[in-house]
């Protein structure tokens, strides 16, 4: 396997990127241009980077900013693990299950390219679930629902993950009531009616195609669309996020999975069935196969339901103080840390002078506007100049406090 290669290296090689762009330049959606480019520009000058400069010898380093682009392997991962602590902060102190909701093959190519459609996706999920809680007891359970649009061998496979405590608040807020069962013969034939009823009202013009896929699901599919739902991932918050995290943001294919490019083809592994298999495919259909995943600009791939709702803070905040008071509570998740991953990942301090080996002072920050044109402030300007920025993770400790006052805080790599 080439250690060497992934996605990105597979675009600049050969100059296949621009050669895609000319094959298909009536028909690539500004989006994908977009973040196509922003991941070619990962980590160079181009998106931006911060200058230090060593107090003791005068050597100047260099640090690029990434890029931040859904198709960055690099990108994707630090958002992997920022997200993972934001999320560990709400998580309750409870079980939660797994729930995979999936849909028929033969409906996959309604939903390619149609953000409306992947929407009521996520809507009917939230609203199976919201129904398979309410039917024994009234409580309100929390769920975080996760749009995952393919699968390993890059083929679209729309389909849900859900999150879900294992419980939830009663209706007077006053208990929080476990649910062991939950009736998964009910979320299958439910879930498979009201994705074809909703769909069937979606897209009238339609019809002739819909209608006898319809017919067919209705007459062949009796037991419902297939869910998988056997695990309940106990006690630590740690375990809990392992399973959701790798569905947040990552690229399609990730560089461990790639085996070779020779030029006209690019291999590739993937798991079916319990099995490692490799797919070969000719390089600007396996471009075009990752890059047709790539979500629109304002469309959300994780949305939250119930108690885990923004609009349910009392709920949230009622639950919260009931499961603090009865179990035992959860290990919080360490700090995203930028510098200790880097220097994990490189076995080298990016903050540490490559000459003498003296701690670096950040001097200035070279950015990209609004209008995607460079600029450098330096340090005798950050009292004065009023710009947001992306890049507060770069500053020592004892800088952070003052750039707060005048920026926006965000992370870079």
Same mark, same amino acid.
């Given at each position: 396997?080439?250690?060497?290669?992934?996605?990105?290296?597979?675009?600049?090689?050969?100059?296949?990127?621009? &050669?895609?762009?000319?094959?298909? /330049?009536?028909?690539?959606?500004?989006?994908?241009?977009?973040?196509? +480019? *922003?991941? #070619?520009? =990962?980590?160079?000058?181009?998106?931006?980077?911060?200058?230090?400069?060593?107090?003791?010898?005068?050597?100047?380093?260099?640090?690029?900013?990434?890029?931040?682009?859904? &198709?960055?392997?690099?990108?994707? /991962?630090?958002?992997?693990?920022?997200?993972?602590?934001?999320?560990? +902060? *709400?998580? #309750?102190? =409870?079980?939660?299950?797994?729930?995979?909701?999936?849909?028929?093959?033969?409906?996959?190519?309604?939903?390619?390219?149609?953000?409306?459609?992947?929407?009521?996706?996520?809507?009917?999920?939230?609203?199976?679930?919201?129904?398979?809680?309410?039917?024994?007891?009234?409580?309100?359970?929390?769920?975080?629902?996760?749009?995952?649009?393919?699968?390993?061998?890059?083929?679209?496979?729309?389909?849900?993950?859900?999150?879900?405590?294992?419980?939830?608040?009663?209706?007077?807020?006053?208990?929080?009531?476990?649910?062991?069962?939950?009736?998964?013969?009910?979320?299958?034939?439910?879930?498979?009616?009201?994705?074809?009823?909703?769909?069937?009202?979606?897209?009238?013009?339609?019809?002739?195609?819909?209608?006898?896929?319809?017919?067919?699901?209705?007459?062949?599919?009796?037991?419902?669309?297939?869910?998988?739902?056997?695990?309940?991932?106990?006690?630590?918050?740690?375990?809990?996020?392992?399973?959701?995290?790798?569905?947040?943001?990552?690229?399609?294919?990730?560089?461990?999975?790639?085996?070779?490019?020779?030029?006209?083809?690019?291999?590739?592994?993937?798991?079916?069935?319990?099995?490692?298999?490799?797919?070969?495919?000719?390089?600007?259909?396996?471009?075009?196969?990752?890059?047709?995943?790539?979500?629109?600009?304002?469309?959300?791939?994780?949305?939250?339901?119930?108690?885990?709702?923004?609009?349910?803070?009392?709920?949230?905040?009622?639950?919260?103080?009931?499961?603090?008071?009865?179990?035992?509570?959860?290990?919080?998740?360490?700090?995203?840390?930028?510098?200790?991953?880097?220097?994990?990942?490189?076995?080298?301090?990016?903050?540490?002078?490559?000459?003498?080996?003296?701690?670096?002072?950040?001097?200035?920050?070279?950015?990209?506007?609004?209008?995607?044109?460079?600029?450098?402030?330096?340090?005798?300007?950050?009292?004065?100049?009023?710009?947001?920025?992306?890049?507060?993770?770069?500053?020592?400790?004892?800088?952070?406090?003052?750039?707060?006052?005048?920026?926006?805080?965000?992370?870079?790599?």
């Amino acid at each position: 396997m080439d250690t060497e290669l992934s996605f990105e290296a597979i675009l600049k090689r050969d100059n296949n990127w621009i &050669l895609f762009k000319e094959l298909y /330049k009536n028909r690539l959606p500004e989006n994908v241009i977009h973040e196509t +480019e *922003k991941m #070619l520009a =990962c980590c160079t000058p181009e998106c931006g980077f911060a200058k230090y400069i060593c107090p003791h010898c005068g050597n100047i380093k260099t640090i690029p900013f990434s890029c931040k682009s859904k &198709l960055c392997s690099r990108c994707g /991962k630090k958002h992997t693990d920022i997200w993972s602590q934001i999320v560990s +902060e *709400k998580l #309750l102190n =409870c079980d939660h299950r797994h729930i995979v909701l999936t849909v028929s093959n033969k409906l996959w190519p309604f939903f390619i390219d149609n953000p409306s459609l992947q929407r009521i996706l996520l809507d009917t999920a939230a609203k199976i679930i919201k129904k398979a809680f309410s039917r024994t007891e009234k409580v309100t359970a929390g769920f975080i629902l996760v749009l995952h649009p393919f699968g390993d061998d890059l083929k679209p496979n729309f389909h849900v993950h859900a999150l879900v405590t294992c419980g939830g608040l009663s209706k007077d807020n006053s208990r929080f009531v476990k649910v062991n069962y939950i009736d998964y013969e009910f979320i299958r034939k439910t879930w498979q009616y009201e994705i074809l009823t909703v769909l069937r009202k979606a897209l009238p013009q339609h019809k002739h195609i819909l209608n006898p896929i319809i017919d067919w699901c209705f007459k062949y599919k009796t037991n419902g669309f297939v869910i998988f739902a056997d695990r309940v991932i106990k006690g630590s918050k740690k375990a809990t996020l392992s399973y959701i995290a790798r569905y947040t943001r990552h690229p399609p294919i990730s560089k461990r999975r790639i085996i070779s490019y020779d030029g006209s083809y690019v291999s590739f592994s993937y798991e079916a069935y319990g099995k490692e298999q490799t797919k070969t495919m000719p390089k600007f259909e396996f471009i075009k196969a990752v890059l047709q995943h790539t979500a629109s600009k304002q469309f959300k791939t994780i949305r939250r339901f119930g108690l885990y709702s923004r609009r349910s803070s009392v709920k949230y905040e009622a639950a919260k103080d009931l499961l603090e008071t009865c179990c035992k509570p959860m290990a919080k998740l360490k700090d995203f840390d930028w510098r200790k991953n880097l220097t994990a990942f490189t076995g080298k301090d990016p903050l540490v002078c490559d000459k003498c080996g003296q701690g670096l002072t950040l001097f200035s920050i070279t950015y990209s506007d609004k209008t995607g044109a460079l600029k450098t402030i330096e340090k005798d300007d950050w009292f004065y100049e009023d710009i947001p920025t992306k890049h507060l993770e770069t500053f020592p400790q004892d800088e952070k406090q003052r750039w707060r006052q005048i920026c926006m805080p965000a992370m870079p790599y």
